[in-house]
């Protein structure tokens, strides 16, 4: 069944670790998002790639880094988690000439 | 700079009532206008979508009314149920970069039996 996973569902980890969220999608989507949603916020873009070898920010900066080396898999990775990045991380992917997104269930993340 | 705004913040609605969800915009560039649910635990899943050269879409008990002079759209829910209680996003399309989806804040809603 075509669909998009991310792991973990959820984390706890203190301050200053290194972390890689992981997303991947079997549909052979061309487009990947990851999305920052806080509880009554709107969702927040904060990176995107068109297809293999590009990634672009969005419009929330942000300290995470992603890389598309594979169509199927848009890791993102935080150096050294802050309390501030406590959030939930979205990602989504979507098919060139399809506006519909398909979104993972999400990973929330807690820094202490 | 918020470019979808979405109100109410929560709805509560009688079972069988109309829920009834707003969004307004002001880039006239948007091209495509969907609704997500999302429930908890789950990311947002497509819900409906329409385009600015349609004033309504219906599909099943999901209507979305679309006022393209006064950038306004909205989402009713008729003879709402209590398996509808989820947070519902509003969006629009933008025309560059990636053609990102810009989301209104979430309207969290409940239907009491």
């Known amino acids: 069944e075509a669909d998009i996973y991310q792991t973990p569902r959820y984390l706890v980890i203190g301050t200053g670790k290194k972390i890689t969220l992981e997303c991947s999608q079997t549909m052979g989507h061309d487009k990947m998002y990851w999305y920052q949603q806080d509880p009554g916020m709107e969702l927040h873009l904060i990176h995107y790639?068109?297809?293999?070898?590009?990634?672009e920010k969005g419009d929330l900066s942000s300290e995470s880094t992603v890389s598309r080396i594979r169509t199927e898999h848009f890791p993102l990775t935080l150096e050294s988690a802050r309390p501030s990045h406590t959030s939930q991380y979205l990602c989504?992917?979507?098919?060139?000439?399809?506006?519909?997104?398909?979104f993972g269930s999400g990973t929330r993340l807690t820094v202490v | 700079q918020q470019q979808v705004k979405q109100s109410p913040q929560s709805l509560i609605v009688q079972k069988g009532g109309i829920s009834i969800i707003n969004c307004a915009y002001e880039n006239t560039a948007f091209d495509y206008f969907p609704w997500y649910q999302q429930f908890p635990g789950k990311g947002p899943a497509l819900l409906i979508a329409?385009?600015?050269?349609?004033s309504e879409k219906k599909e099943g008990r999901f209507t979305i009314s679309f006022n393209k002079s006064a950038k306004q759209f909205s989402l009713h829910i008729m003879d709402s149920q209590p398996g509808d209680s989820a947070t519902y996003f509003c969006a629009a399309r933008g025309q560059t970069g990636a053609n990102n989806l810009f989301f209104g804040t979430g309207t969290r809603l409940t239907v009491i039996p």
């Open positions: 989504a992917s979507s098919e060139t000439g399809n506006y519909g997104y398909t």
């Open positions: 790639s068109y297809g293999v070898n590009s990634t």
């Open positions: 329409i385009r600015p050269d349609v």
